[in-house]
């Protein structure tokens, strides 16, 4: 036949893991086409051949009816002479040379399997470990690739019969399915005392069950480690689980038992109920119902809960008819990396966890739960983990790329043919603990993808961990400063190639001229930028400790003012507050700062936060959750243009402040009105710079832009001043996007060259 044709076809991209072999196999023998179909490295080859028309209809399909958790990025077909196959069949995968950067997070139980798991009489009801094709741990338990049980953690569970019947079926929900399992081969759970000891049931989900609805803190072993685990609705086991994990009020995440139990304490929108229902199961930012169903403990002085639905099997055997709600936090002490293996996790947690619920499948890479929120109609990152690990997205680079990030909220990012892949969040590196998962992590992604980076940047400060061990490497070293480093990723991510006006405001990171900035407007593109204003310096004492205590913050600060702080920070003795004095006059411990985050801590304080935080921006955190929205108020500020730039100055606006503590104005319409005032000082500062400039796009970035408050009316005014503006959606807008953004510019740099 004239029309017969033979196409070998490379698929890039999430092809692994996901179903993706089997609906080829499906579609092929459909169509009525022989060949074959591999994974080789991290792609998927075709060889595929039969009638034109056919061939056709098969990339189509390809292109068109793909698995839903795949996301095919390249997409090649090459013509090859006609061979004559007489079927069509799934070849064993090859190593390959592994150029892609594409790997599936985990993915949570599908609708499918937990259908055969409320069945009794199923071979698999409430097996806690039920997965198939198109769902169950991916990216926690690989090794190495290509994707196959045996470069999983799943190799020590050989199959029973009657699964490899499943998985050798073309017409299966199993067929090539690596996880594939079940009571008779898969793995099993066991319930443990706090030292380890077996405690003999027969089921121990229900056990566990029964004693979280007994007031007891389990840990529980999930997909990509241990969540500390106790009854929601029970205060008491509540504060008990604070006190033992040394987390007095930094809020708790919630698992609900379904959607139902999210309604009863959240608002809930379409979009959200999407997310919370959908393939990845995060934690999702929810606005409070205004009676509150749970205690003000869960989430202190928050207008938002944490919230997901379980995402693995075994989470919904700890639920009941009684049991609608379970604190699900991560399972370390808190600062701590995530606790993945059992032997570590009971000697770390067995002074909280009263008992365990474990399992005999391995854990590779720890992987926390991810966390987004819902912003201006989009899915917004906030901390990259569990179902969004590894992260990947198009950039170019020149060479082989690896970025270190930052110091704290640490990720990693490698750039090699036109993508990025970024790790999950790692923690503050300063932590040793988190500083071997560092390391662990550069490592199992050198072999994981098979690269050896080229170039490694890393961030201005020499001091800074992650640049301490980029100098340690072989290899060019690119230091890029934070800054430019956070207007960078976002542009990256939307894409935006020309130059742009970036607002960025966070609350550390190294200037170029050894200053502590953060409040910043830079103007330029990826590859280069200029500073064109900043907040105005202020000279803070205390060197690392400012950080964990606003108050000294805003004693700094007014005494830049020649103010007195005693009367407006009561709960500091008198002693303290001159120490920071003597020490300011005699230049010990101070620091230039133009941190937008450090007078968000100024203006907390005097709003009343005068104790130190017992988590990251707690003290701006709160300040945000006391604005209200119906508040017009606005402060005095000014703005100078001078030859090096605007400088937005803050004196009159904490002037402001205090003459309205004075005068008892409630601490709500405080908190709006310093919201408001940055907000539009901003905007004015914007609108010079446009005017000088010519440019339109703004692009805002950085932690402080994680307050929704601010954010949300930032942009709606910016729009209104008819900018284009862009903001952090795929990657977190505070630092642990910092490594994606330092591979940015990096990579624009190499363009330049």
């Not at 100098?471 to 130059?499: I, N, P, W, Y």
Request: proline fraction near 4%.
């Amino acid at each position: 036949m004239n029309d017969v044709k033979r196409t070998i076809i490379t698929l890039t991209g999430i092809v692994q893991g996901v179903g993706f072999r089997p609906f080829v196999y499906r579609t092929a023998c459909r169509l009525g086409l022989f060949g074959w179909v591999e994974n080789q490295g991290s792609k998927v080859i075709i060889d595929v051949e039969g009638p034109e028309e056919n061939i056709r209809s098969f990339i189509c399909a390809l292109k068109n009816e793909s698995p839903k958790n795949a996301e095919i990025a390249e997409f090649d077909m090459r013509a090859q002479p006609f061979l004559g196959y007489t079927d069509f069949s799934i070849r064993a995968s090859t190593v390959g040379v592994n150029t892609a950067n594409f790997l599936s997070g985990d993915i949570a139980v599908c609708e499918s399997c937990m259908k055969e798991f409320n069945a009794p009489g199923n071979k698999r009801y409430e097996y806690p470990f039920i997965c198939c094709t198109h769902c169950g741990p991916r990216y926690s338990i690989i090794k190495r690739l290509p994707y196959d049980r045996n470069n999983t953690t799943m190799v020590e569970f050989e199959m029973c019969p009657q699964c490899e019947v499943e998985y050798r079926s073309s017409g299966d929900r199993r067929f090539h399915a690596q996880t594939n399992c079940c009571p008779d081969c898969g793995p099993i759970l066991k319930l443990l005392d706090a030292r380890g000891n077996t405690v003999d049931s027969s089921d121990p989900a229900k056990m566990a069950r029964e004693l979280i609805r007994r007031g007891k803190i389990l840990g529980v072993k999930g997909i990509g480690g241990y969540h500390l685990c106790c009854n929601a609705e029970d205060p008491v086991a509540v504060q008990r689980l604070r006190k033992l994990k040394h987390r007095p009020q930094k809020p708790l995440a919630i698992m609900a038992r379904d959607i139902e139990a999210v309604y009863k304490i959240c608002e809930v929108s379409g979009l959200e109920k999407a997310i919370l229902i959908g393939s990845r199961k995060p934690i999702l930012l929810l606005r409070k119902k205004v009676t509150e169903y749970l205690s003000e403990d869960i989430a202190p002085k928050q207008k938002r809960l944490g919230v997901m639905l379980p995402y693995a099997p075994l989470q919904s055997l700890l639920f009941s008819d009684d049991l609608n709600f379970l604190v699900m936090t991560s399972g370390n002490i808190s600062g701590s990396p995530i606790c993945y293996q059992d032997g570590a996790a009971i000697q770390t947690l067995g002074s909280i966890a009263e008992y365990f619920l474990i399992h005999n499948r391995k854990i590779n890479v720890p992987v926390d739960d991810a966390v987004v929120k819902i912003f201006d109609g989009y899915e917004v990152l906030v901390r990259c983990g569990r179902g969004y690990a590894p992260l990947t997205i198009p950039l170019e680079s020149g060479k082989v790329i690896m970025a270190l990030g930052a110091e704290q909220k640490s990720s990693v990012c490698f750039v090699r043919g036109g993508f990025a892949a970024i790790s999950q969040y790692i923690g503050d590196l300063n932590e040793y603990q988190n500083y071997q998962v560092f390391e662990h992590q550069i490592e199992h992604f050198k072999e994981l993808f098979h690269f050896c980076p080229e170039l490694l940047a890393h961030d201005l400060n020499s001091d800074s961990l992650s640049t301490r061990f980029a100098k340690e490497q072989a290899g060019q070293k690119f230091a890029v400063q934070h800054h430019h480093a956070h207007m960078a990723g976002c542009m990256a991510e939307s894409k935006l190639t020309g130059d742009a006006i970036g607002v960025i405001y966070d609350g550390t990171g190294l200037g170029t001229d050894y200053a502590v900035w953060g409040g910043e407007f830079l103007t330029g593109s990826s590859s280069g930028f200029r500073r064109s204003g900043h907040l105005e310096y202020v000279t803070l004492q205390g060197g690392d400790i400012v950080v964990k205590e606003p108050w000294r913050c805003a004693a700094c600060y007014l005494f830049a003012l020649d103010i007195d702080p005693c009367k407006f920070l009561p709960l500091i003795d008198s002693y303290s507050l001159h120490g920071v004095q003597a020490a300011l006059h005699n230049g010990i411990k101070c620091f230039e700062s133009s941190s937008m985050g450090r007078l968000f801590d100024c203006v907390a304080a005097l709003c009343g936060f005068q104790t130190k935080i017992t988590y990251d921006a707690q003290a701006a955190i709160e300040l945000e959750n006391l604005s209200e929205a119906d508040v017009p108020k606005c402060y005095c500020y000014q703005i100078v243009d001078t030859e090096n730039g605007l400088i937005l100055g803050y004196k009159d606006m904490i002037r402001d402040i205090l003459r309205d503590l004075q005068n008892h104005v409630p601490i709500s319409f405080i908190s709006s009105g310093f919201h408001n005032t940055v907000l539009e000082a901003t905007a004015e500062c914007v609108c010079i710079i446009r005017k000088k400039t010519g440019l339109n796009d703004v692009v805002l970035s950085g932690g402080v832009f994680e307050n929704t408050y601010l954010l949300e009316r930032l942009v709606l005014k910016l729009r209104d001043l008819n900018f284009t503006v862009y903001y952090n959606r795929l990657t977190p807008t505070n630092d642990g996007g910092l490594s994606f953004g330092q591979a940015a510019v990096a990579g624009a740099n190499l363009k330049e060259k």
